[in-house]
């Protein structure tokens, strides 16, 4: 008892020390830019919007100041947060199920699809808005969603899907799909640079429609994935052994994959395809917080984050007053990982 009490309360320092480092972090990039705002600037800025200090604090900003802040940094930093919680968190799931330390949420093909929709957003519906929200991230979310329900309908064979089926279709479908994306990028003539800047992943532009947009299917797939962690954890004792002690293997590698496709689509709707996070956190996140997928699970949730919400914020200043998308800072730390994970698989018998 004393032991569990001890690791539990060395696990909520954890908790801790990354909740300060996201509330440390957003600061520091509301503060950054290319108009840089000081950080005693920015806590009056958001501590006056609370209903209990308005008008209690003194206005020694500028408009300018405020609207950079709240209307263009703000849902920024807010929307990278969530896109790398949920791709990590998403990570963190296809890991398990597939019990395969190199699964990332690309892996059934929910970047191509939303690659196409956004493609043919781009192209064809340009201008249109659905419900208020802009027509490529709206059919960005179609085209992933319906990519990820079309490889789940390929790989299921007698009303139950296998790890290598399911693999094999989101291979398949993910070349078919990236082919007919380059081939609607050689015909887009003036709308190319477009498609190609989305493909390389940035929240360049994005605002509060997109957070918007994000957060009620974000919620959905978070619920999903967490009502199964205990299960996510016997089954990595293999399928028979969970199968033989009473877990529903079955349902619950159709729910918890369904709550990462969820948790994808939203994320790649609004970002375009960025890379990696959900390779890289969840083996960083393992080495800190231990095994256990209910205390990996959140957070990696939250590393994620904090990692996607600082890569954007060097994305922004590193070449400023232009701006580097993310995806390819994410691909730039997350390429050279992704070696070292294929060298140390190669050299030892590797296990999650």
């Known amino acids: 008892m004393a032991d569990n009490a001890f690791k539990n309360i060395r696990s909520y320092r954890k908790y801790i020390f990354v909740a300060l480092g996201i509330v440390i972090g957003g600061i520091l990039a509301l503060a950054v830019g290319s108009v840089s705002i000081p950080p005693r600037k920015v806590f009056k800025i958001l501590f006056s919007r609370l209903p209990f200090l308005a008008g209690k604090i003194l206005g020694d900003w500028t408009p300018t100041d405020e609207t950079i802040v709240l209307q263009l940094r703000f849902p920024r930093i807010i929307l990278a947060f969530l896109v790398g919680a949920e791709l990590s968190a998403a990570g963190v799931i296809y890991q398990g199920v597939f019990r395969n330390p190199m699964a990332d949420p690309y892996i059934i093909g929910a970047s191509s699809g939303a690659s196409l929709g956004a493609s043919l ?23 992933a969603a319906g990519t990820i329900f079309l490889v789940y309908s ?11 089926t399911l ?7 993910s070349s078919f799909i990236s082919a007919l994306v380059s081939f609607f990028m050689y015909f887009s003539d003036e709308k190319l640079h477009q498609i ?7 929240f360049s532009s994005q605002g509060w429609n997109e957070v918007y947009l994000n957060i009620p299917y974000g919620i959905v797939g978070f619920i999903l994935a967490y009502l ?42 609004v970002s375009g395809v960025i890379g990696f996070v959900g390779l890289i956190i969840p083996h960083i996140t393992r080495v800190i917080i231990g095994p256990d997928y209910r205390q990996l699970f959140p957070l990696s949730a939250m590393v994620g984050g904090l990692y996607l919400m600082l890569a ?21 730390f997350g390429g050279p990982f992704f070696i070292y994970l294929l060298f140390q698989k190669k050299n030892k018998d590797y296990r999650i």
């Open 121 to 143: 957003g781009i192209l064809f519906f340009p201008g249109m808005r659905f419900l208020g929200i802009g027509s490529i991230p709206f059919f960005a979310f179609l085209g």
């Open 154 to 164: 390929l790989a299921s064979i007698g009303g139950r899907t296998y790890s290598f």
């Open 167 to 173: 693999l094999l279709s989101g291979v398949a479908v």
């Open 196 to 202: 190609y800047f989305w493909l390389l992943g940035s």
């Open 228 to 269: 199964n962690l205990r299960y996510l954890n016997i089954l990595q004792l293999g399928e028979e052994t969970a199968f033989f002690t009473g877990v529903d293997t079955e349902r619950v590698k159709k729910t918890t994959l369904a709550a990462a496709a969820l948790l994808t689509a939203s994320a790649v709707a």
């Open 312 to 332: 954007d914020t060097l994305s922004r200043v590193i070449i400023a007053p232009t701006e580097l998308p993310v995806g390819v800072l994410t691909a730039l």
